[in-house]
């Protein structure tokens, strides 16, 4: 199967989700050695799960397939650019290649503009819309420390 042929199954699950009015006009798949592994919708407002994003509902559907918290050897076709949460998911999950349709420039044209996010990320903590603030009790590395000495952790 082509490119191509992946990218209208992603945009299938997409306009499937806007016309069943079960979330936002965004599907993905996951694809290894041209099978599809993964399929995700948007489901935010359907499970009231703001990272229930295609993208990431795709990895989550793939690595259990897999059974395996990365996705070496393969590839996501999207619907949509990713957005800031979901690049994310996509570095961590280690797929080779992304593919998308629109653009965020077309995402945000109907409303789904995640600027304000790529703007907050270069802010100073200070200066961010949301507070973050450090606080640190006696141990508050105890667990990085205990991780780091653990002869038995899975790296990943």
Same mark, same amino acid.
Request: charged letters at 25%; hydrophobic letters at 35%.
């Given at each position: 199967?082509?490119?191509?042929?992946?990218?209208?199954?992603?945009?299938?699950?997409?306009?499937?989700?806007?016309?069943?009015?079960?979330?936002?006009?965004?599907?993905?798949i996951?694809?290894k050695? =041209?099978?599809?592994? =993964?399929?995700?919708?948007?489901?935010?407002?359907? @499970?009231?799960?703001p990272?229930?994003?295609?993208?990431?509902?795709?990895?989550?559907?793939?690595?259990?397939?897999?059974?395996?918290?990365?996705?070496?050897? *393969?590839?996501?076709? @999207?619907? *949509?650019?990713?957005?800031?949460? *979901?690049? =994310?998911?996509?570095? $961590?999950?280690?797929p !080779?290649?992304?593919?998308?349709? *629109?653009?965020?420039?077309d995402?945000?044209k109907?409303g789904?503009?995640?600027?304000?996010?790529?703007?907050q990320?270069?802010?100073?903590?200070?200066?961010?819309?949301?507070?973050?603030? !450090?606080?640190?009790?006696?141990?508050?590395?105890?667990?990085?420390? @205990? $991780?780091?000495?653990?002869?038995?952790?899975?790296e990943y």
């Amino acid at each position: 199967m082509s490119d191509f042929h992946f990218m209208e199954k992603a945009i299938e699950l997409a306009l499937n989700n806007v016309l069943t009015k079960q979330g936002g006009p965004f599907g993905a798949i996951v694809v290894k050695d =041209g099978k599809i592994i =993964g399929m995700g919708k948007n489901e935010v407002t359907t @499970t009231n799960d703001p990272t229930a994003h295609a993208e990431v509902q795709a990895i989550r559907d793939a690595c259990r397939f897999l059974n395996d918290f990365q996705l070496t050897d *393969c590839e996501i076709y @999207t619907s *949509c650019e990713p957005c800031p949460m *979901c690049i =994310g998911a996509i570095y $961590w999950a280690r797929p !080779k290649a992304v593919y998308y349709a *629109c653009t965020k420039q077309d995402a945000a044209k109907i409303g789904f503009d995640d600027q304000f996010i790529y703007d907050q990320l270069s802010l100073p903590f200070e200066n961010r819309k949301i507070q973050m603030k !450090k606080i640190f009790p006696t141990n508050g590395d105890l667990p990085f420390r @205990t $991780w780091e000495n653990a002869n038995d952790k899975v790296e990943y």
